[in-house]
């Protein structure tokens, strides 16, 4: 039997309902940030955006809560970028991923003569253990070890590989200081998981929350690699497709993959929002001709992923606020032009995100940039 083929409409529909973008969730702050799968978080602010868009009731201290009492951390994981998640599943996939994401590392290690890495593992621990650490020293520290090491993108290498974590304030609301590392295991108290052990736990997990998806679309969302043979051996469990390009597509039996004209509804997303980096293939959430304007971001950022907003369940434009201590200001960009029901929906969803991100009395305003695109684009 020929395998189904899924448009990209259905695919996209799948996946807001995994990422709870479909329709907000009466799921708990936790359970959420599991099915979520992890939710980047190298702005403080993201994942508390990113789960007042979600949650039917969602407040600010919901998530800080987590925080303090060590049920979530923050730290490298996926894509070597920073990420939250239950400290479970940082424990049990961090494993996984730390071979491939901790490369730079090694191949630092095999060009220096004389490197000891098992010394060197034993300095970094020692030296964090007398108290969290800066990356500004941990990268002197690593330089006056071996000269050259303190080069951030091995620095990075050597948090994935020791498995360092930011405990708070790090993370929480509003923080914008200089963020300090800790051994997740020391923070936690409890030990990482072996290797392998949770090899099937992280295939399932992805497909729950991102699925329907390709090998290729897994290793994007891990940065992991070599993972075919993993998903190879859960096959008979899996439900498999093909998307329109003809490419192979695994999912789990029982997730939802509503139909392609089930009405979605329009989001603001953070920067860096998942739902827009766990995938090879983006075309599912984003059209290409919008993914220069979304990945790359304002100067001097690097690498940035900007705030977007969803309209019809695709990326449309999009926002950021102006704050000063009288008005915070909404201002939305779209990429095209916008219907009016389309603007009336964001209009009435931007005043809520203004009441969820504005402290005190101060006035709150929205404004549409003016549309300043190809005029062959179709209004979305």
């Known amino acids: 039997m020929a395998e189904r ?12 309902a995994r990422q709870l973008l479909l329709e907000r969730s009466p799921l708990g702050v936790f359970d959420a940030i599991k099915q979520l799968a992890g939710m980047q978080a190298q702005v403080a602010n993201a994942p508390y955006t990113g789960l007042w868009t979600r949650l039917q009731t969602f407040q600010r201290d919901d998530l800080t809560q987590l925080y ?32 491939a994401l901790s490369r730079n590392l090694h191949i630092f290690a095999s060009k220096t003569p004389g490197f000891d890495m098992a010394s060197f593992e034993a300095e970094i621990r020692a030296y964090v253990k007398e108290q969290p650490r800066t990356g500004v020293e941990l ?67 992805y497909l729950a929350a991102f699925g329907p998806a390709s090998v290729n679309d897994l290793q994007a969302w891990s940065g992991a690699t070599k993972l075919q043979g993993a998903v190879e051996a859960l096959r008979p469990e899996l439900l498999t497709f093909r998307d ?36 090879a293939d983006r075309k599912r959430i984003i059209a290409d001709a919008y993914r220069p304007l979304v990945f790359g971001g304002e100067v001097p950022a690097r690498d940035n992923v900007m705030r977007t907003f969803l309209v019809d369940g695709f990326v449309a434009g999009h926002w950021k ?42 006035a709150r305003t929205i404004a549409f940039m003016p549309y300043n695109g190809n005029p062959n684009r179709q209004n979305l």
């Not at 990209?8 to 996946?15: G, K, V, Y």
């Open 244 to 279: 329109e390009q003809g490419k192979e597509l695994f999912d789990l039996p029982d997730a939802p993959r509503p139909a392609a004209d089930v009405p979605a509804p329009v989001h603001f997303l953070p920067e860096f929002d998942n739902v827009l980096l766990a995938h």
């Open 68 to 99: 303090m009492r060590r049920q979530v951390v923050r730290g490298s994981s996926l894509r070597c970028t920073l990420h939250l998640m239950p400290a479970e599943d940082y424990l049990l996939f961090h494993p996984l991923i730390q071979p």
């Open 139 to 205: 990268r002197a520290k690593m330089e006056e070890l071996y000269p050259g090491m303190g080069r951030p993108q091995i620095a990075d290498s050597v948090r994935i590989h020791l498995a360092l974590i930011q405990p708070p304030p790090a993370g929480l609301w509003g923080f914008t200081g200089r963020p300090t590392h800790t051994e997740a295991t020391e923070w936690l108290g409890r030990p990482l998981a072996g290797p392998q052990a949770g090899l099937r736990e992280f295939v399932l997990r």
């Open 5 to 16: 083929i899924l448009t990209t409409r259905e695919l996209n529909r799948a996946t807001l």
């Open 321 to 362: 606020i102006k704050r000063t201590p009288e008005q915070a200001h909404l201002q939305i960009e779209p990429f095209a032009p916008l219907a009016d029901e389309a603007e009336q929906a964001l209009r009435e969803e931007g005043t809520r995100l203004l009441q969820f991100v504005a402290d005190g009395n101060c």
